[in-house]
């Protein structure tokens, strides 16, 4: 891990500038549209896109940031042992919610950790995909199907064999931050936010 570290931080920082670029803001500023962090909930992710412009539009952003979040995994897992690769995806959260190219103002990271996934646990990501459709079909709540999914994204991480203690903290890390990232629906959710 040690011998690691210089490159996990190399491969860090550039998830954090890759997770940076926006594709719902880029694509509605090329189209014409609104930033769609001006309307709806406020955020710049698919389930925001998909309010404002569509299903379209929605799946396209879904699919560019998973896109995305699988090329760095990609590279994350070409270039360093397995256990600390789960730091790569907290990077890719970190840079799609905090993006320095939009003020540090922009999505959740679920489509991020879920592209991130599907490279590094890819079992997992189908059973993460499966869990948030049955939760959606249940509670109609996306954020809550996004709990569903990550839950199992996190679960298929830390069940390898190869993440130790490294992995499990990076992926408990960024679980915490997703979560964190729904502290408004949380809120309204459970009745403390109008």
């Not at 699919?63 to 690769?85: E, K, N, Q």
């Amino acid at each position: 891990m040690n011998n690691s570290l210089p490159l996990l931080a190399i491969l860090f920082v550039s998830a954090y500038v890759a997770g940076s670029i926006n594709f719902s803001i880029l694509a509605f500023r090329f189209s014409g549209r609104e930033d769609p962090r001006r309307h709806g909930s406020g955020n710049a992710g698919a389930t925001n896109v998909y309010r404002q412009a569509g299903i379209a539009w929605a799946a396209a952003v879904l699919l560019l940031d998973m896109a995305r979040a699988m090329g760095m995994a990609l590279l994350a897992v070409s270039l360093l042992p397995l256990d600390p690769v789960p730091w790569v995806g907290l990077g890719l959260v970190l840079g799609n919610r905090f993006p320095c190219f939009h003020r540090f103002k922009g999505g959740k990271g679920v489509a991020n950790y879920l592209g991130f996934s599907v490279i590094v646990s890819p079992v997992w990501a189908g059973i993460g995909a499966l869990a948030w459709g049955a939760a959606f079909l249940v509670w109609r709540t996306p954020f809550l199907s996004s709990f569903s999914l990550v839950a199992c994204l996190a679960v298929g991480t830390i069940a390898d064999p190869a993440i130790h203690g490294p992995g499990m903290a990076g992926t408990i890390v960024t679980v915490g931050l997703i979560v964190a990232c729904h502290h408004q629906n949380i809120r309204q959710r459970w009745g403390h936010q109008p």
